[in-house]
């Protein structure tokens, strides 16, 4: 019922940066929690960061933090995530999540929403 619409893929060289967006026309996310995840082709899905409702705390997955930087601006209502020194296997579909639970550990992270189409991050030259 909540529509997460997320934005700010595309194609991109090795060694470029993207900043995708997560937003809901419908819906205040700054009351929540909130999480990226991404799947690459032939994965499963897995997560790359979390962020608390005030933006206080943030996590990463394993192997994430360092080029990943997630934030959010909850005067404009919206989440996003940096990704600096892109690498070919970063290619994945990334999605955004309303979650009931932050926590250092991604296999801890409670998801209140339902997944949107996401947005494609394709690297590659």
């Known amino acids: 019922q909540v529509r997460l619409v997320e934005s700010g893929g595309g194609l991109v060289q090795p060694g470029g940066s993207l900043r995708l967006s997560c937003s809901a026309p419908?819906?205040?996310?700054?009351?929540?929690?909130m999480g990226w995840f991404r799947q690459a082709p032939g994965e499963e899905r897995e997560g790359v960061s979390c962020?608390?409702?005030?933006?206080?705390?943030?996590y990463y997955g394993d192997s994430m933090n360092g080029r990943f930087t997630i934030s959010r601006d909850n005067s404009q209502d919206t989440v996003y995530l940096e990704i600096d020194r892109l690498k070919p296997k970063d290619t994945a579909v990334y999605f955004c999540a309303i979650l009931n639970s932050c926590e250092p550990a991604t296999t801890r992270w409670t998801r209140y929403s339902s997944w949107g189409q996401g947005t494609q991050v394709t690297v590659s030259s």
């Open positions: 419908t819906f205040t996310l700054s009351f929540w929690s």
């Open positions: 962020i608390s409702a005030n933006g206080e705390f943030t």
